[in-house]
């Protein structure tokens, strides 16, 4: 039986790409750059927010010197509103309701920076929803490096092996399973199906309540 649940955040609890392009492209244009498309986004983000401003500037063609600024103007605006045009995915509320019930503890690792993790999830769910919430942050690596995952293991005292680890993104998929995790795709997230298969997902998740399903098979 599964004995506690790791979520990713970006696409997998929440719809936070609004949000991210919003930011993004607001720090650009106080440069004097290009916005790029919120579909692109999807393949810039994931692995945290300074590889995302690095890929940013690539992606529009500007001077990596720039980087400190917009890095900053992209922090400050979306740590000041960190939940500014996100929405939850249909059907999260209830997959998190039935995990409650049946006494899995839920917990979030995300490479998106710490205060802006529990900024979003803050402002969209009850404060004891989730036992433990890990950010970008010093001294912790970030994924698909497996650590978190075995901090979070650590302090629930659960094995690797009893949780069940669910994300959007290959990296995400690496992470889970480099930790030895149960390691499940969903494909309402940012990324593909294909991407998520191509990346050994135990199984993809169309839907949330889909997850509940793969517990009890296992």
Same mark, same amino acid.
């Given at each position: 039986m ?26 650009? /244009?106080?440069?004097?750059? $290009?916005?790029?498309?919120? !579909? &692109? ?9 300074k ?18 600024? %917009? ?6 605006? #979306? ?8 929405? #939850? #995915? ?5 997959? =998190? ?10 917990? %979030?690792?995300?490479?998106?920076? &710490? ?5 979003? =999830? ?15 942050? !010093? ?6 490096? $497996?650590?978190?995952?075995?901090r ?7 094995? $690797? ?33 294909? !991407? ?6 135990? /199984?993809?998740? &169309?839907? $949330? ?7 009890? !098979?296992?």
């Amino acid at each position: 039986m599964i004995q506690a649940a790791i979520f990713d955040l970006d696409g997998t609890l929440l719809n936070t790409l609004p949000s991210i392009a919003f930011y993004a492209n607001q720090a650009l /244009a106080k440069h004097g750059l $290009p916005a790029i498309e919120t !579909e &692109e986004y999807k393949y810039l983000v994931g692995e945290g927010a300074k590889l995302l401003v690095e890929r940013m500037l690539a992606k529009v063609g500007a001077d990596p010197a720039l980087f400190d600024a %917009v890095y900053a103007d992209y922090r400050a605006a #979306y740590d000041a509103k960190p939940a500014y045009k996100t929405t #939850y #995915y249909d059907g999260i509320l209830e997959l =998190l309701g039935a995990f409650q019930k049946w006494g899995i503890p839920m917990t %979030v690792f995300s490479n998106k920076p &710490e205060a802006q993790v529990e900024g979003v =999830l803050a402002a969209f769910f009850p404060k004891d929803t989730f036992k433990i919430i890990l950010g970008q942050q !010093e001294g912790l690596a970030r994924k698909p490096d $497996p650590e978190g995952v075995f901090r979070i293991c650590e302090e629930l005292q659960v094995k $690797p092996q009893k949780c069940m680890y669910i994300g959007d993104t290959a990296t995400d998929m690496q992470t889970g399973k480099a930790a030895g995790c149960l390691t499940v795709g969903v494909s309402w997230g940012f990324r593909t199906i294909e !991407e998520l298969l191509d990346a050994r997902a135990y /199984a993809v998740a &169309e839907k $949330p309540m889909e997850l509940l399903q793969l517990i009890n !098979e296992v």
